[in-house]
């Protein structure tokens, strides 16, 4: 992803002008705080009115195993949309290289099962260890 807009944040009480990043899995923020929100720890996004509100659970401040719910208002102005589909709807893998529908590949080396799992349902056709016709 890597897009990366000036801002002012708000979580708890302070507040701070600074750089807010998102990345491929955790938005950053670094001003005269600092926050870096995984992707896995968020329960709740929304865009509201040029703010971008993320709702998270905070690990480090939990009591007896509870994570502790947190929000933080990043004012992103008419990125604050943008930003929040990105979160709730991030690449996959195989978006991320490239692959369209219907492509037919060709497959050299070892590979995860889990990433050929994601590419059986895009390509067209798919071979291992020999080049296909038309790939």
Do not use: Y
């Not at 509870?66 to 195989?94: C, N, S």
């Amino acid at each position: 992803m890597g897009s990366e807009l000036k801002c002012t944040v708000r979580f708890g009480k302070e507040t701070s002008e600074g750089k807010a990043l998102l990345e491929t899995s955790e938005v950053l923020f670094r001003g005269e705080f600092r926050l870096k929100i995984p992707f896995a720890s968020v329960k709740s996004v929304k865009a509201v009115d040029g703010e971008l509100r993320i709702a998270f659970a905070e690990e480090k401040r939990a009591q007896a195993g509870v994570p502790v719910l947190r929000e933080a208002r990043f004012e992103l102005g008419a990125q604050a949309e943008k930003w929040a589909a990105k979160i709730l709807h991030p690449k996959t893998r195989v978006e991320k290289i490239g692959v369209k529908a219907g492509t037919k590949i060709s497959l050299f080396g070892n590979f995860e099962a889990e990433f050929l799992d994601e590419l059986k349902p895009v390509v067209g056709t798919m071979t291992k260890d020999k080049v296909a016709a038309d790939a």
